[in-house]
């Protein structure tokens, strides 16, 4: 079984200023992971995910994720955020058959503020 | 290329009821995977639909069900609704050309279903 523990529920930051949301996951098999964002009243987006290769995954506006398998661990990261940014953010996994659910964890509140 | 619709946007019902809501995939899409989120459980879920045949299932009871079309659109219905089916359902849809879980899951903006 997998599953993904979002360390933060809520991250208060100012504009500008650099942004880190820590997702730690547990699976005994391999798994791909995934960073979604969701704007109020609005589905999920895919920000970036990862399959395989390079453990730097660049993703949509700017944003960032490294994969450590030795901490298990996917942080998202963002060098100079925006107001806009502001949003949930949600990490997930999947094994990798065909039909496999999104696990996806609690949820991250980004909050930016000028 | 028009994303995921989901219909109705919102729908307020009563305790005992069903609903059926509907789920329009992108365009060339074959799977369609189902998702309930509230503030307390998050994102679950449902079940996912490739070729009119449901291929995975989470853990919910069995008054939820589903079913997909040949044209790949999918309906979800909840039967005998209960006041903790309040949520908010969002499906996804997805190539499902690599018989693997890589194909990116693109997501509807959600169907907000109230139980009264």
């Known amino acids: 079984a997998q599953s993904v523990t979002q360390l933060d529920s809520q991250v208060p930051v100012f504009e500008e200023a650099p942004v880190e949301l820590r997702c730690n996951y547990s699976?005994?098999?391999?798994?791909?992971l995934f960073w979604y964002v969701q704007y109020p009243n609005q589905g999920l987006q895919l920000l970036l995910k990862?399959?395989?290769?390079?453990?730097l995954v660049k993703g949509i506006n700017g944003f960032e994720a490294e994969f450590n398998k030795s901490q298990t661990s996917f942080h998202l990261r963002k060098p100079s955020v925006h107001i806009s940014d502001t949003a949930e953010y949600f990490c997930?996994?999947?094994?990798?058959?065909?039909?496999?659910?999104?696990?996806f964890g609690k949820g991250t509140t980004l909050s930016v503020s000028s | 290329k028009a994303g995921v619709t989901q219909t109705p946007r919102y729908l307020i019902k009563t305790r005992g009821q069903q609903v059926t809501l509907s789920c329009s995939p992108i365009?060339?899409?074959?799977?369609v995977s189902w998702y309930q989120q509230t503030p307390g459980q998050g994102l679950q879920f449902l079940f996912e639909?490739?070729?009119?045949?449901?291929?995975n299932k989470g853990n919910f009871p069995g008054r939820f069900s589903g079913r997909q079309f040949s044209n790949s659109r999918s309906e979800m219905n909840v039967s005998t609704l209960e006041l903790g089916d309040s949520a908010l359902y969002l499906c996804?849809?997805?190539?499902?050309?690599?018989?693997?879980?890589?194909?990116?899951?693109?997501f509807g903006p959600g169907t907000r279903l109230t139980v009264l």
């Open positions: 996804a849809s997805s190539l499902a050309i690599s018989g693997t879980s890589t194909d990116t899951q693109y």
């Open positions: 699976s005994s098999v391999s798994v791909y």
């Open positions: 990862y399959l395989s290769g390079s453990t």
């Open positions: 997930a996994v999947s094994g990798n058959q065909a039909g496999t659910a999104l696990i």
């Open positions: 365009s060339g899409h074959r799977s």
């Open positions: 639909y490739f070729s009119e045949t449901q291929r």
